[in-house]
């Protein structure tokens, strides 16, 4: 499995997308984020759970996942990258 992370880590939307797919996975509601306690008390749930572990794998794997080419490794084009391919610095 090989992947550009240098690339991935640079664009702001890649933690954008990454943060909507874990809170989709785990049922994230806006009463979790009302309080520090009430925070704390989902986030010690989702720890506790297999199942809602398994949903958060399960969901970050596919977003990071490059459908475009087999199995989860990057294309070589892409791999070779050393800014976004709009030749910005994102």
Sequence with gaps: MKINWKIRLK??????GLAAVILASVGAKPEMFTSWPVFAEKIRE????????????????????DPTTAGLSD?????????TSDGGQS
């Design 11 to 16: 664009n702001p939307y890649f933690y954008i």
């Design 46 to 65: 989702l720890f506790g759970s297999p199942f809602l572990l398994g949903c958060v794998f399960v969901a970050v794997v596919g977003y990071i996942n």
């Design 75 to 83: 294309s070589p084009r892409v791999m070779k990258y050393k800014k």
